[in-house]
């Protein structure tokens, strides 16, 4: 309000200055011309009575022509001359004379003397200057009311408007419902066009905000079930720097290395490398996912203890770029030690017998494929026990299931550790001897024999039975390069020795090229 009365006040008296200059010098001009159109009608008043004094030749009547002009106040001197006559005024100061010519009565056009009047020049300059002065009062004063009017009719229809405007608008929140109100006198004025226009801003500000609070709640919302999510998770997961620097984890980390028996600290390593078994294979595997632009997964053994259960887990790993194109990745380890656990159980059921614990013929088949692809020689040792079914009918199943626990445990003991054991099926073992040439085989079944005929002693029935063993063995790639061909040499070569029925210390063995060999 201040300032809009400085500025108001400020452009009225330059105005107001600058227009009272003027109007003084066009007043003053205007009051010299009066003054001069003044005597020039003087001069048409008198012309008659001049002219006949010059006619006549009166110089009485000429001399009151003159005395009457300079009566009046804009004449300071008059004189009339005609023929050698000269009439003054009692006045000899003539300034700047102004001559008018003295007409003949009776011929037109005829000029009989002339008539010379001073303006009081003096005289019409100060009541010009006094006019204009007051002119001049009068228009600053004009302009000292305007200003004031102009101040009080703006601060009551813009600036206290605005004003309170200002107050609103500063107590308003954003957001909020609350509006400003249109002043009074402003409904179709810019002021009430800017109000509603704020109003406008201010609804979209609300509708803004409001869609914002809620985005933000969704936001939140969505951060706490994915906190809860991540804090909650039974896996272990890890945003990390590609130096192997850890950024954030979370609960699941921190137990899975308390199983490992590690403490948490800034870095485990690149894709934390040094927690697992075979780093080398985890590197690897990144690497190769990360070339082909996908994501990294494989299962990996965690580096545990000797005395400690073994720990795999499934590992993802998630390259991520931010806006900034700062890359970070994701590592989620899943724990599947019991799946593996599960599989290997799964596999020893497929591959071993339940009873005896040696493998079963799809286990021995799988390893004697192995040897098979690689060309390793071996021999095949089918083993038929004798009298174990008069054993399994006179003292029952259970005693049968001793026996071949028996036997099984013996074969354990006397096979070499690069040597497979299995029960074939029913009382029949099988023996797969690595590189064994004959004089070996006679070695391991002699020894097998030794002590499988030794006699068992069943508690149930306080009695000692005994068994004996009969051996048909076939050599590959001597006898054979198949495998159903082996089996087969090797289970004629074990029925020659069950037919032949000798003790079981003696001729327990035959081999496939003995075959109806006396």
Not at 330 to 345: A, F, M, N, V, Y
Not at 451 to 466: D, E
Request: aromatic residues 10%.
């Amino acid at each position: 309000m201040i300032r809009l009365a400085i500025v108001i006040g400020f452009a009225s008296v330059a105005i107001g200055f600058l227009s009272s200059q003027l109007f003084y010098r066009v007043t003053f001009n205007q009051e010299v011309a009066i003054a001069e159109q003044n005597i020039g009608s003087l001069y048409k008043t008198i012309a008659t009575t001049a002219a006949t004094a010059a006619y006549l030749v009166e110089k009485d009547l000429a001399q009151e022509v003159v005395d009457g002009l300079a009566t009046n106040e804009v004449v300071l001197n008059a004189r009339i001359q005609f023929e050698n006559v000269e009439v003054v005024n009692n006045k000899n100061t003539f300034i700047e004379p102004i001559t008018f010519p003295i007409q003949s009565l009776f011929e037109a056009g005829k000029s009989i003397g002339t008539l010379v009047i001073a303006p009081n020049i003096e005289y019409i300059e100060e009541k010009a200057k006094q006019l204009a002065l007051d002119n001049s009062k009068a228009m600053i004063i004009q302009a000292f009311v305007v200003t004031i009017v102009a101040i009080c009719v703006a601060f009551f229809l813009i600036t206290q408007p605005m004003i309170n405007i200002a107050h609103a608008l500063h107590n308003t929140v954003p957001g909020e419902s609350n509006r400003l109100s249109v002043p009074d006198f402003h409904q179709n004025s810019e002021l009430g066009g800017l109000v509603r226009d704020v109003n406008i801003l201010l609804d979209k500000t609300e509708q803004q905000f409001s869609s914002e609070r809620k985005l933000r709640q969704e936001i939140e919302a969505l951060e706490k079930r994915f906190r809860m999510l991540f804090e909650n998770s039974l896996s272990p997961i890890i945003l990390m720097e590609p130096r192997g620097n850890i950024l954030l984890f979370n609960i699941a980390f921190e137990t899975t290395l308390e199983k490992l028996g590690l403490q948490l600290k800034k870095s485990f390593g690149p894709f934390l490398e040094n927690i697992f078994a075979e780093p080398e294979k985890l590197l690897g595997t990144v690497k190769l996912a990360f070339a082909n632009d996908e994501i990294a997964t494989g299962e990996f053994k965690l580096n545990t203890s000797k005395d400690s259960a073994s720990v795999w887990v499934q590992v993802v790993v998630t390259s991520i770029v931010n806006e900034d194109l700062h890359e970070y990745y994701q590592i989620t380890l899943h724990d599947i030690s019991k799946r593996k656990k599960e599989l290997e159980s799964l596999a020893y059921q497929a591959n071993f017998d339940k009873l005896t614990k040696l493998y079963n013929r799809q286990g021995l088949e799988k390893e004697i494929e192995v040897f098979t692809e690689q060309e390793r020689p071996f021999c095949l040792a089918l083993i038929d026990l004798n009298w174990f079914k008069r054993i399994n009918d006179i003292y029952g199943h259970e005693s049968g299931d001793e026996i071949l626990i028996f036997v099984a445990d013996r074969i354990k003991k006397t096979l070499r550790p690069q040597d497979f054991g299995g029960r074939w099926g029913g009382d029949e073992f099988v023996l797969l001897l690595d590189g064994a040439d004959e004089a070996t085989t006679k070695d391991i079944v002699a020894r097998l024999v030794q002590r499988i005929s030794k006699p068992y002693f069943l508690r149930k029935f306080n009695q000692n039975v005994t068994v004996g063993a009969s051996i048909g063995a076939a050599f590959y790639p001597d006898n054979g390069r198949k495998l159903q061909e082996i089996i087969n040499l090797a289970d004629q070569a074990m029925y020659d020795v069950k037919n032949v029925k000798e003790s079981a210390h003696k001729n327990s063995l035959k081999f496939a090229h003995e075959i109806n060999v006396q």
